[in-house]
C-alpha cells in the first residue's frame, strides 16, 4: 500500500509568533453583513416583537402630563448676616447651584410642599402591604426571621405616613441644572395637568418661605445676642473711663498738646532711632553674606537675576550689569545668524568673560565697603544705646506712670471700638429683619401644560424599532458566533485542518436512498464538478502499478457515505476505470443488494479461497460499471477480530493488481476502534460530513486522536439534501 505518499501527509501548521493578525476590514464586513443577512427571520421577529410592545404601552399607559418652571440664581445676593463677605465665598464655590437644588428637594421644603398641597390630609389608602412586602414577609416567615411587630404611637405614625406621602410626591419631581449656567428648571409629572402645575408652584413658594424663615431666624437669633452684647460691652467703657480719670487725677498726669510727656517723646525716638541702626546693620550684614556667597560661586547669574537690589549694586556694576546683558543677547542673534563657531560669537564670548571677571572683581569691592558700613554702624549702635540709658534713668518715674496710663487709656479704646462695632452690627440686624432678599427668582412661572409628556407615541415607535434592530442584530451575532457547527468550506481548513473538497447536494442516508440511485450521481452541474474534481484528483494519486485503496468514512452513521461512494465510483468507471465498491457495514447490505455488478461477500471468518473470489469481483469490474462487494443481508463483519481483518486486507491485495480503483466504505469516526483499523487498509480518505450537523470542536477532537486516519485524510467533503441552506454561507 502506498502510504508514505507525501501528498497525503497532513501540511505542517504555520508559525505563530505572537504577533497581531492583519484584520481584513472588507472580509470581516462581507462576514458580519453576510451573518445578519442569514439571520434576517430573527431580527425580523425581535423588531417586529418590540414594536408590538411599545404599540401596546402606548394604547394602554396612562397619559402623564409635566408641568415646568425655571429659577435663576445669583450669587451675588446673600442672606447672611455677613453680607460683604458672603458673595465672595459663594462666587468661590462651583456648587452654588447645585446647593440649591439640594434645597429645593430637602426635606423641609418638600414636607411644606406636600402639606400646602393638602397631601397628608387626604384619607390613608387601604391596600395592605406590596407586592415585594408580602413575599419578604413569606420568606421570613420560612425562614424564622420574622420580626417582632413594633408597636408605633400616633405620633410617630403620623410623621412616618407623612414621610411615605413626601417620598411619594418627590417621585414624580425632577430638578435638574440648565447646562453649566445658573439657571434650575424644576418639572412635575403627573396624570393630573392642573395638579402637576400647583406642585411645581408651591415647590418654588415653599422654597422661598423656608428661605425667608431661615435667615430670618439666623438675624433675630443674631439680633438678640448683639443687644446683650451692647449692654455689657457699654457697662464696660463706663468702667474704663473712670479709672482713666482717677488714674490721671492721682498721679498728676497731664499729657502735653502730642499726648505724651517730654521724656517719654526722647525717650520713644531715640529707641526708634536705635531699632533704625540694628536694622541698618542686619541689612548691611545680609548684602555682604550675599555678595560673598555670589563671589564664591564664581558666577555672574545671581548678579544679573535681581537678587542685588538697585540700592545696593554700584553704579560701575550696574553699567556691568547692562553691557553683560547686551553680549549675551548679542551673542544669541550672532549664533542665530553666524553660527556657534563663528568669529564674531567668540570675540562676543571674550568680551563676556573679560566682563564678567570685571563684574566680580566689583562685587568683591563691594564687600569691602559693606565691612566698612558695618563698622560705623556699630558705633552708632553703641553711642544710641548710653544714650538710652541715660534717658531711662531720668525718666524712670514718668515712664512707669505713664505705661500704666497708657495700659488703662488702650483698654478704654479697645473697648469703646468694640462697643461702637457691636451698636452698629445692632442697628444693621434690626433694618434686617425688614427686608429679606433671596439668592434666586423666578424667570418662569409653571402653567398647565397642553400636550402629553408620555407615552410619545412617534418617539416609542422609534425606540422600539431601533432597539428592536439593535437587540434582534445583537441575538443574531450571538447566534453565529456560539454556533460551532461545520456550515463553510473553510470551516474544515481553520477547524479541522482538512481541505475543502467540494458539496454533494442530493446525498442521503443509507435508510433514505433508493437503490437505484445509489450508482447514479445527480445530473447537475454542481454534483458534476465536485465528482470530476474527485476523479481527478484520485487519478493524479493512483500509483504506477497497482489500484489505488480510497476510503469513504463519515462522523457517523447516516451522513451519506454509501451514497456518496458509489456515486465517486459511478464516476470513477465512467472515465474508464475499473472500480470496485466495497462496504462491509451491516446497514448497506440491502442497499447494495441487486446493484449491477454485484459480488456478495461470504462471512470473513470463513472465506475461501481469497483469489477466486477476487477474481469473480475483477470480472464484475467494467469501464463504465463499478463492481459492488456487499456482506449478506444479516451478516456482519467485526474488523476487531483479526481473522476477519485479514481477510479483507488478503481480499484488497488481491484485487490491487486487477483493478485501477477500489472505494472502501469505513466504519463511522463514531466507531473510534473499528475506523482506527479499517484504515490500515487504504492509501487515502475521504471525510463526509452532513453539512450543518456535524459540530466542529467535537470532530476535531476526535480526529485529533486518530493516529492511522488522521495523515490518511484527503479533505472533507460535505453532504446535504439541498445546497440552499449551504449557499447562505458560502455565497
Do not use: C
Request: charged letters at 25%.
Amino acid at each position: 500500500m502506498i502510504q508514505n505518499d507525501r501528498q497525503w501527509r497532513r501540511l505542517p501548521e504555520p508559525q505563530r509568533d505572537g504577533a497581531v493578525p492583519d484584520v481584513d476590514l472588507a472580509t470581516t464586513l462581507r462576514t458580519l453583513t453576510g451573518g445578519l443577512r442569514r439571520q434576517w427571520k430573527l431580527i425580523a421577529a425581535v423588531t417586529l416583537g418590540m414594536a408590538l410592545l411599545a404599540l401596546a404601552y402606548v394604547l394602554t399607559a396612562t397619559p402623564q402630563y409635566t408641568a415646568r418652571a425655571a429659577l435663576v440664581v445669583d450669587p451675588r445676593i446673600s442672606n447672611s448676616v455677613n453680607g460683604p463677605e458672603a458673595p465672595t465665598l459663594l462666587l468661590s464655590d462651583a456648587l452654588v447651584v447645585d446647593s440649591e437644588i439640594k434645597v429645593l428637594g430637602s426635606r423641609d421644603v418638600t414636607w411644606r410642599v406636600a402639606k400646602a398641597l393638602g397631601l397628608f390630609d387626604q384619607p390613608p389608602e387601604d391596600g395592605g402591604p406590596s407586592l415585594p412586602r408580602q413575599v419578604l414577609n413569606a420568606l421570613q416567615g420560612l425562614l424564622g426571621t420574622t420580626p417582632d411587630a413594633t408597636a408605633l404611637d400616633e405620633t410617630a405614625s403620623r410623621v412616618s405616613r407623612e414621610e411615605a406621602i413626601r417620598r411619594e410626591m418627590m417621585e414624580g419631581f425632577e430638578i435638574t441644572r440648565d447646562g453649566g449656567t445658573y439657571v434650575i428648571d424644576v418639572a412635575y409629572t403627573s396624570e393630573d395637568p392642573i395638579f402637576a402645575t400647583n406642585a411645581v408652584n408651591a415647590l418654588i413658594e415653599q422654597y422661598f418661605k423656608a428661605a425667608s424663615d431661615a435667615s430670618l431666624s439666623d438675624t433675630r437669633r443674631i439680633h438678640d445676642w448683639l443687644d446683650q452684647r451692647v449692654q455689657v460691652l457699654g457697662q464696660e467703657v463706663k468702667t474704663a473711663d473712670a479709672a482713666v480719670a482717677d488714674y490721671r487725677q492721682q498721679h498728676d498726669l497731664f499729657p502735653m498738646a502730642s499726648g505724651a510727656l517730654p521724656s517719654e517723646v526722647e525717650l520713644s525716638n531715640t529707641n526708634d532711632r536705635l531699632i533704625a541702626l540694628r536694622q541698618d546693620l542686619i541689612e548691611a550684614q545680609t548684602r555682604q553674606d550675599k555678595i560673598k556667597g555670589i563671589v564664591a560661586s564664581d558666577s555672574v547669574g545671581a548678579l544679573l537675576d535681581g537678587t542685588l537690589g538697585g540700592d545696593v549694586a554700584s553704579p560701575a556694576l550696574r553699567d556691568f550689569q547692562t553691557r553683560y546683558a547686551g553680549l549675551v543677547s548679542e551673542e544669541h542673534d550672532l549664533v542665530t545668524r553666524w553660527g556657534a563657531g563663528s568669529d564674531m560669537v567668540a570675540r562676543n564670548r571674550t568680551d563676556q568673560a573679560r566682563l564678567r571677571d570685571v563684574m566680580m572683581q566689583e562685587a568683591a569691592q563691594m564687600v569691602d565697603r559693606l565691612g566698612t558700613q558695618q563698622e560705623t554702624i556699630r558705633r552708632q549702635i553703641a553711642a544710641t544705646e548710653m544714650q538710652i540709658e541715660e534717658l531711662r534713668a531720668r525718666a524712670n518715674s514718668d515712664a512707669q506712670k505713664s505705661i500704666q496710663l497708657d495700659e488703662l487709656e488702650r483698654e478704654a479704646q479697645a473697648k469703646r471700638g468694640l462697643y461702637q462695632s457691636m451698636l452698629a452690627e445692632l442697628i444693621t440686624s434690626a433694618q434686617r429683619e425688614t427686608f429679606q432678599r433671596s439668592p434666586a427668582r423666578v424667570i418662569a412661572q409653571a402653567v398647565p401644560p397642553d400636550e402629553v409628556a408620555s407615552p410619545k407615541a412617534t418617539r416609542t415607535m422609534i425606540l422600539a424599532l431601533f432597539g428592536g434592530l439593535v437587540l434582534g442584530s445583537a441575538i443574531a451575532f450571538l447566534r453565529e458566533i456560539m454556533d460551532d457547527r461545520l456550515l463553510r468550506g473553510s470551516d474544515l481548513r481553520e477547524g479541522l485542518g482538512l481541505r475543502y473538497l467540494g458539496l454533494l447536494p442530493g446525498v442521503r442516508a443509507a435508510q433514505a436512498v433508493k437503490p437505484s440511485t445509489l450508482l447514479v450521481p445527480q445530473p447537475s452541474d454542481a454534483v458534476r464538478r465536485v465528482l470530476r474534481g474527485l476523479v481527478a484528483e484520485l487519478q493524479q494519486r493512483r500509483p504506477e502499478s497497482g489500484a489505488l485503496v480510497t476510503g469513504i468514512v463519515a462522523s457517523r452513521r447516516g451522513e451519506g457515505r454509501a451514497q456518496t461512494a458509489g456515486w465517486l465510483a459511478a464516476e470513477l468507471a465512467g472515465h474508464d476505470a475499473r472500480v470496485v465498491l466495497i462496504s462491509v457495514a451491516p446497514e448497506h447490505a440491502r442497499l447494495l443488494a441487486g446493484q449491477p455488478g454485484q459480488v456478495v461477500l461470504p462471512a470473513l471468518n470463513a472465506m475461501p479461497d481469497v483469489a477466486t473470489i477476487a477474481g469473480r469481483i475483477a470480472a464484475q469490474a467494467k469501464p463504465g460499471r463499478p463492481a459492488v462487494v456487499a456482506m449478506p443481508e444479516g451478516t456482519a463483519a467485526d474488523l476487531l477480530v483479526m481473522a476477519q481483518y485479514q481477510a479483507l486486507a488478503d481480499l484488497i491485495a488481491a484485487l490491487r493488481d486487477k483493478v485501477d480503483h477500489i472505494i472502501l466504505v469505513l466504519p463511522a469516526l463514531a466507531e473510534a476502534s473499528e475506523v482506527e483499523i479499517a484504515a490500515g487498509l487504504v492509501d487515502g480518505a475521504i471525510l463526509t460530513l452532513r453539512w450543518g450537523e456535524d459540530r466542529g470542536p467535537q470532530l476535531a477532537e476526535t480526529l485529533a486522536s486518530s493516529r492511522v486516519l488522521r495523515p490518511l485524510l484527503l479533505g472533507g467533503l460535505f453532504t446535504a439534501g439541498s445546497a440552499r441552506g449551504f449557499a447562505r454561507y458560502n455565497g
